[in-house]
């Protein structure tokens, strides 16, 4: 399953000042955050027909899944989420449930690709001409989007002729930029996604220069406890039976959470880590034979946005303890001989460094 959420975005050109970035001085009429009593009501509509999504919060032992997940929404730029788990462990519920704790963002009102009003690189042609002209633009809030392909959508259907597998090993995600090619039209433009991947691992695997471009990889395993496994099909049959109801009961804890993402993403650019760990991380990533400075960066990200959620502003040895399995599991060699998960290896190494 592929899953993407952000903004859409279309290029243009900008104004080029000394350093090679377009400089722009952006005017901002108005955030729209009053709507109307109509356009109200339509949105309480829409939302009351949606399908009911299960709420993340009463999500239970998928606590590796759940964080990378989070993280990500905190900080897109760690680059999204493979994840791994046994059939029916989940994964998909987990992802879906994600939807409704999704923050807003501004938008460019009547925008079709989504601009962001306070990043040039981000907007779309006509705002960007818009911006030259030195109108004002009205902004808006938006909840980010959640795109759940479907079982067998083939990439032609859902996007052109689009090659998934060339836009990740041309790290479209990472660099912010696509291009679609489709009955001899080809077109280059912004765009900002996170892919969240699952898998079963009796399926083939991904080739290692595809995994490394998610940022995380997380690992579900199936639920042993007799007790906790009633209690699990119980919950879902209470959900199944009156889902508006079923979520009511969690509606202050999906709020609770929400906030502190929101917080979170505020605050990030806030935290700081020493460079003492910023070291021993690379150390870590050395001696494990990690290829590149992808792992390097994700891990320092990931720790960045643990500390962000946690709401503090320095970073600890005990976050980039929690992360870092995340980050470079997937990106060891492997060896067919090697029976130990590689997550204890990526931990067995951070304790030799950090102790």
Known sequence: MWLSFGRKYYGGTGLVGKKGRPQFHVAVASVATDIGSVEKAQKA?????????????????????????????????????????????????????LVNLLPEIKVVS??????????????????????????????????????????????????GTIDIEKALTEDSAASGWNT??????????????????????????LRPQLLDRFGMHAQVGTVRDAELRVKIVEERARFDKNPKEFRKSYMAEQEKLQQQISSARSFLSSVQIDHDLKVKISKVCSELNVDGFRGDIVTNRAAKALAALKGMEHVTAEDIATVIPNCLRHRLRKDPLESIDSGLLVSEKFYEVFS
């Not at 939302?47 to 990500?72: G, H, T």
């Not at 902004?139 to 079982?151: A, F």
């Not at 679609?180 to 695997?205: C, K, M």
């Open 180 to 205: 679609v090619e489709r009955e001899g039209i080809s077109i280059s433009h912004p765009a900002r996604f996170i892919l969240i991947g699952s898998g079963n691992p009796e399926e083939e695997e």
């Open 45 to 97: 509509a829409a939302k009351e027909s949606q399908r009911p999504v299960y709420p993340f919060a009463d999500i239970v032992r998928q606590d590796e899944m759940k964080l990378c997940l989070l993280l990500n929404v905190i900080d897109p730029k760690i680059g999204g989420v493979m994840i791994m788990s046994d059939r029916g462990t989940g994964k998909s519920t987990t992802v879906r449930s």
């Open 110 to 159: 009547g925008d079709p690709y989504n601009s962001d009003p306070e990043d040039p690189d981000s907007m779309g042609i006509e705002v960007r001409e818009s911006v030259v002209k030195g109108e004002d633009l009205t902004v808006v809030l938006t909840k980010i989007n959640m795109v759940d392909l479907p079982l067998g959508a083939t990439e032609d259907r859902v996007c």
